[in-house]
């Protein structure tokens, strides 16, 4: 299995709504993508001071998967529209693991 890990930090122009509108745009990704394992995402829960604000975690079967995910043009779209213009910063790994 093969998993990719994101975590954002949001922006001064991000907005419950603009974490709302993001999320509703993610829900469809697991439709357009077969190679989508599990997918899950969501705003940090706020217990320990300095997290990053929202994470999103998906699991593919192998690197080729994730690669189907990371080129898809709806998931560019995505992240063009709901995430570059709040991001200030990110932190991603993608790394091999057995289920």
Do not use: C, K
């Amino acid at each position: 299995m093969f998993r990719h890990v994101v975590n954002f930090r949001w922006n001064s122009q991000s907005s419950p709504e603009h974490v709302a509108a993001l999320e509703e745009a993610l829900s469809g990704l697991p439709a357009l993508l077969p190679e989508l394992r599990r997918y899950s995402y969501g705003s940090d829960a706020g217990i320990n001071e300095g997290n990053y604000e929202f994470a999103v975690v998906a699991e593919f079967d192998n690197a080729e998967g994730y690669l189907a995910y990371r080129d898809n043009d709806e998931h560019a779209r995505i992240i063009q529209t709901h995430i570059a213009p709040y991001l200030d910063s990110r932190t991603v790994v993608q790394f091999d693991f057995n289920d």
